[in-house]
């Protein structure tokens, strides 16, 4: 049976800010789990903890039912990459993670079985320093994966990846996840996770917003329909006055919530009014994240109605 996390009723404060608020939540063997939230939900300051880099106010974050500092050779059950520079540019991939190996018991073999499980054998020998972004990540994963751990804790993994980049990573951890071990990786963007992760949980202002199941998340929020009208002025308050919530697109399109296609269609009609194009949209997964976390975002954009 691998491993599980449990986080219970986690709080952390710098003093009178308060980063992680009373938190809980469990992430299970098997699948890939997405720890989401704006930039400085508390996403870091969570994970810091689960691997003993920081110490909560109050609560508990536990691997195996355990905290990190009460296992003995730590590589062995969780594999974390936090910073992808954490290596020194001046060695080896092959000698960073040696050293990384001789610290937790580990066989000096183990070494070159991660390097070809990540493709990076052909630059062993290579200097991290020379590395690319991409390379950087690889290594990474290799370090976490070197002590074949149960659990997999990933922050931001996909930042600044080129597409092959990120599709390499999103086969790695689904692997991962197929051979029943606990894997977490946190992100600000729900488009770099959508075709990823399996379950999410969404946090805000260091509380959590949402567990749930990435098709649960698909059907939280409903549709809207995109209106292309040559007098779409005049149609617009029609569609307002049936109860419908309108907006334009910069294109002069409508975009209707609260009244389906057909109903946009007979209004239409009956004011002699012609239409288009009615495309019915279903929310994505970006824009229901977005939705969750819009009172955690210091920052965004605001859409004018048509009244």
Known sequence: MFSMIEVR???KRYGSTLAVD?????????????????????????????????RPTSGAALIGNRRYDQIRYPLHEVGAVFDVDAAHPGRTAF??????????????SRVTTVLEQVGLEGVAQKRVGGFSLGMRQRLGIAAALLGD??????????NGLDAAGIR????????????????LISSHLMSE???????????????????????????????????????????????????ATVTRTEDGDLVVVGVDAPAIGDAAAAASIPVHGLTTRSASLEDVYLEMTDEAVE?????????
């Not at 993670?97 to 018991?105: F, H, I």
């Not at 751990?149 to 996909?158: G, K, M, W």
Request: glycine content about 10%; overall charge negative; aromatic content about 4%.
């Open 193 to 243: 996770l959508a075709v990823t992760v399996d379950q999410v949980l969404v946090i805000g202002k260091g509380r959590l917003i949402a567990e749930m199941s990435v098709a649960e998340m698909e059907g939280q929020f409903g549709y809207d329909v995109l209106v292309r009208a040559p007098r779409a002025d005049e149609l617009a308050p029609i569609l307002v006055h049936l109860g």
């Open 149 to 158: 751990p149960e659990v997999i804790l990933l922050d931001e993994p996909v």
């Open 168 to 183: 390499w990573i999103r086969s790695a951890l689904r692997g991962l996840a197929a051979e029943g071990r606990t894997v």
């Open 9 to 11: 009723d986690l709080t």
């Open 22 to 54: 009373h938190l809980s939540f469990e992430v299970h063997p098997g699948v890939v789990t997405g720890f989401l939230g704006p930039n400085g939900a508390g996403k870091t300051t969570t994970l810091q903890i689960m691997v003993g880099l920081n």
């Open 95 to 108: 000698a960073h993670l040696a050293c990384l190996a001789k610290s937790n018991g580990i066989d000096r």
């Open 299 to 307: 920052y965004r954009a605001v859409q004018k109605a048509v009244h």
